[in-house]
């Protein structure tokens, strides 16, 4: 059966005939928009970021993490060309309007164009972060890229000649819209909506946490906003300003990365389930169809007594393979407390996975945990997207107190550890946040503590962490603030880490399904192994096996031997 396996990261509609869904799982899926039947599917290298459609529909343009991105014909998916050049994953790619040239985005910090042969027609470099969108003028041809250097850049093509550079305030600016008569529409992480408009720009509030897509219909004079506050708002840009007209909450199993107008009063969004998902935003109606879940594993844990947590996509937390509670939520951390087993992750609630109860309603997705003691009593911190850690405290087993948020990073919190007395974040913007636990007390925070995302932590003991970026670099960070930087074997970005309780081996793992581990006292890396091509998402040492278990996107769990 032709389904996703993997949460669905990029959607594309042309007209009413058929939708284009890029996942997680690598695959590409073409569907038949009138009964929403698979009919062709193809894969990457890689897991698949983004999809669009040519003008005339007879093309599709896939984006993805194998550092490429892909053309095809419609409706059969043969490969037309592949376009390789870049040194890091294509996180969108888009057709000119006329011609016969695509435009990609890479975090290599640059824009390219191709033809349709695959040859490169044009770089353009000056971006300093990752570039994460880019859209064509219309009827020029000019392109529009944002990145997360806080700036979006208009280029010419095929000089590559800078036309403008439009300093955002120095806010990260995932997704530009370009309307017919050339106005900008920008999102950023501040959740606004930014029109550019000649020298003219206006700020809407528009969100309670960053906006990640902007969808422009300029025939039906509409467009989309969507955020990780879990909302979608519709516009109406036909007038001077986008007007809101209608805001709607997300189904549970909607991924607020992508979506696209499609056939009729319809948009199509991507999911963390099986296949693709409708709204009618004219009846303001989603389609109540059930879409199976996807069952990859997000964390792992390994508990006293030799037995296995899990818990990914669907939200179901298992153990040894046996459901033990369901959270209704795409889950990204499991952290034990005493009676209690915090989890959370896109709907921003912080669940007890023991039970499937809610414990706290924050206002943007979840990504990690970590625990500690405080004066004899158990504390647990959740690390969110918006930058907070959300800190609890366990006054009795089974019982969760949510404290206060501690401002851990500017950014999405990416992974939090503890070592001594000491709780270190790191995020996305790549810096890196001590605070003190005896005090809850901020320490220090070093904002170019990687050369990228950092993406995850562990503690070693004795005030000493480790941390893992996009720049295939592991850190061991001293008590006094200062990294060791070690080269590791990793050929794409490394994703989670963690160590062994006496913080001697340090265990890495990445998208590209490579594990590899270093020996601290010997100062070297251990052989690396590759138990999977899915992906690896996590990390956890079983002490009583003297092993890693390493937790994948296909779902399994695999023992890493020392």
Same mark, same amino acid.
């Given at each position: 059966?032709?389904?996703?396996?993997?949460?669905?990261?990029?959607?594309?509609?042309?007209?009413? %005939?058929?939708?284009?869904?890029?996942?997680?799982?690598?695959? @590409?899926?073409?569907?038949?928009?009138?009964?929403?039947?698979?009919?062709?599917?193809?894969?990457?290298?890689?897991?698949?970021?983004?999809?669009?459609?040519?003008?005339?529909?007879?093309?599709?343009?896939?984006?993805?993490?194998?550092?490429?991105?892909?053309?095809?014909?419609?409706?059969?998916?043969?490969?037309?060309?592949?376009?390789?050049?870049?040194?890091?994953?294509?996180?969108?790619?888009?057709?000119?309007?006329?011609?016969?040239?695509?435009?990609?985005?890479? /975090?290599?910090?640059?824009? /390219?164009?191709?033809?349709?042969?695959?040859?490169?027609?044009?770089?353009?470099?000056?971006?300093?972060?990752?570039?994460?969108?880019?859209?064509?003028?219309?009827?020029?041809?000019?392109?529009? %890229? +944002?990145?997360?250097?806080?700036?979006?850049?208009?280029?010419?093509?095929?000089?590559?000649?800078?036309? *403008?550079?439009?300093?955002?305030?120095?806010?990260?600016?995932?997704?530009?819209?370009?309307?017919?008569?050339?106005?900008?529409?920008?999102?950023?992480?501040?959740?606004?909506?930014?029109?550019?408009?000649?020298?003219?720009?206006? @700020?809407?509030?528009?969100?309670?946490?960053?906006?990640? /897509?902007?969808?422009?219909?300029?025939?039906?004079?509409?467009?989309? +906003?969507?955020?990780?506050?879990?909302?979608?708002?519709?516009?109406?840009?036909?007038?001077?300003?986008?007007?809101?007209?209608?805001?709607?909450?997300?189904?549970?199993?909607? &991924?607020? /990365?992508?979506?696209?107008?499609?056939?009729?009063? $319809?948009?199509?969004?991507?999911?963390?389930?099986?296949?693709?998902?409708?709204?009618?935003?004219?009846?303001?109606?989603?389609?109540?169809?059930?879409?199976?879940?996807?069952?990859?594993?997000?964390?792992?844990?390994?508990?006293?007594?030799?037995?296995?947590?899990?818990?990914?996509?669907?939200? #179901?937390?298992?153990?040894?393979?046996?459901?033990?509670?369901?959270?209704? %939520?795409?889950?990204?951390?499991?952290?034990?407390?005493?009676?209690?087993?915090?989890?959370?992750?896109?709907?921003?609630? @912080?669940?007890?996975?023991?039970?499937? *109860?809610?414990?706290?309603?924050?206002? +943007?997705?979840?990504?990690?945990?970590?625990?500690?003691?405080?004066?004899?009593?158990?504390?647990?911190?959740?690390?969110?997207?918006?930058?907070?850690?959300?800190?609890?405290?366990?006054? =009795?087993?089974?019982?969760?107190?949510?404290?206060?948020?501690?401002?851990?990073?500017?950014?999405?919190?990416?992974? !939090?550890?503890? %070592?001594?007395?000491?709780?270190?974040? @790191?995020?996305?913007?790549?810096?890196?946040? &001590?605070?003190?636990?005896?005090?809850?007390?901020?320490?220090?925070?070093?904002? =170019?503590?990687?050369?990228?995302? *950092?993406?995850?932590?562990?503690?070693?003991?004795?005030?000493?962490?480790?941390? !893992?970026?996009?720049?295939?670099?592991?850190?061991?960070? $001293?008590?006094?603030?200062?990294?060791?930087?070690?080269?590791?074997?990793?050929?794409?970005? #490394?994703?989670?880490?963690?160590?062994?309780?006496?913080?001697?081996?340090?265990?890495?793992?990445?998208?590209?399904?490579?594990? *590899?581990?270093?020996?601290?006292?010997?100062?070297?890396?251990?052989?690396? $192994?590759?138990?999977?091509?899915?992906? #690896?998402?996590?990390?956890?040492?079983?002490?009583?096996?003297?092993?890693?278990?390493?937790?994948?996107?296909?779902?399994?769990?695999?023992?890493?031997?020392?």
């Amino acid at each position: 059966m032709i389904q996703h396996r993997g949460p669905i990261s990029g959607v594309a509609a042309y007209r009413d %005939s058929y939708v284009l869904t890029a996942g997680y799982d690598n695959q @590409v899926i073409l569907w038949r928009q009138s009964d929403k039947r698979p009919i062709a599917r193809s894969w990457h290298d890689h897991l698949a970021n983004q999809a669009s459609f040519s003008p005339d529909g007879r093309y599709a343009l896939t984006s993805s993490s194998d550092y490429g991105a892909r053309l095809w014909t419609v409706p059969d998916l043969r490969l037309v060309a592949v376009f390789a050049e870049q040194d890091d994953d294509v996180e969108m790619s888009v057709f000119h309007p006329a011609k016969e040239w695509v435009a990609t985005a890479s /975090r290599d910090h640059r824009v /390219r164009v191709y033809d349709f042969s695959g040859a490169l027609v044009s770089t353009m470099t000056g971006h300093t972060a990752d570039v994460i969108s880019v859209e064509w003028a219309r009827g020029t041809d000019e392109l529009i %890229s +944002s990145s997360d250097d806080g700036t979006i850049k208009r280029w010419a093509v095929p000089s590559g000649e800078l036309l *403008a550079d439009l300093d955002m305030a120095g806010v990260e600016t995932d997704t530009v819209a370009i309307s017919a008569d050339g106005t900008i529409f920008a999102g950023n992480d501040n959740g606004e909506v930014i029109v550019v408009r000649g020298a003219d720009r206006t @700020v809407i509030p528009a969100h309670g946490a960053g906006i990640k /897509r902007l969808v422009l219909d300029n025939a039906r004079g509409l467009l989309v +906003s969507l955020s990780y506050d879990r909302t979608m708002r519709l516009w109406d840009v036909s007038g001077d300003l986008p007007t809101a007209t209608a805001t709607t909450g997300l189904p549970a199993d909607v &991924w607020p /990365r992508s979506c696209a107008f499609a056939g009729d009063s $319809s948009l199509v969004f991507a999911t963390f389930g099986s296949t693709y998902r409708t709204y009618d935003y004219v009846a303001e109606v989603w389609e109540d169809e059930p879409i199976e879940p996807t069952y990859g594993v997000n964390s792992v844990l390994a508990e006293p007594g030799g037995t296995v947590l899990t818990i990914g996509d669907a939200g #179901i937390v298992w153990r040894d393979g046996a459901e033990v509670a369901t959270t209704g %939520s795409l889950c990204n951390f499991l952290t034990p407390a005493p009676g209690l087993l915090f989890t959370g992750g896109q709907l921003g609630k @912080v669940f007890d996975g023991l039970t499937g *109860a809610e414990l706290h309603q924050h206002r +943007s997705p979840l990504n990690c945990g970590a625990a500690f003691e405080r004066d004899g009593v158990p504390y647990v911190v959740v690390g969110a997207y918006t930058g907070e850690g959300l800190l609890f405290r366990v006054p =009795e087993p089974g019982v969760a107190e949510y404290v206060r948020d501690l401002p851990l990073n500017g950014n999405a919190v990416k992974g !939090v550890a503890v %070592s001594g007395d000491y709780l270190f974040a @790191v995020a996305a913007d790549a810096s890196a946040t &001590w605070y003190r636990i005896s005090t809850l007390e901020a320490v220090e925070t070093v904002d =170019e503590a990687h050369d990228r995302i *950092a993406n995850g932590c562990a503690g070693l003991g004795g005030g000493y962490f480790a941390s !893992v970026s996009r720049d295939l670099k592991l850190r061991i960070w $001293s008590p006094d603030r200062t990294a060791e930087v070690i080269d590791s074997p990793h050929p794409n970005s #490394i994703k989670c880490v963690s160590a062994s309780d006496d913080g001697r081996y340090v265990a890495t793992a990445g998208y590209a399904g490579l594990v *590899a581990v270093y020996d601290r006292t010997a100062r070297e890396w251990l052989p690396t $192994s590759r138990p999977t091509t899915a992906g #690896i998402s996590s990390l956890a040492y079983d002490a009583e096996g003297g092993r890693f278990l390493a937790g994948s996107y296909d779902g399994r769990v695999y023992p890493v031997a020392l």
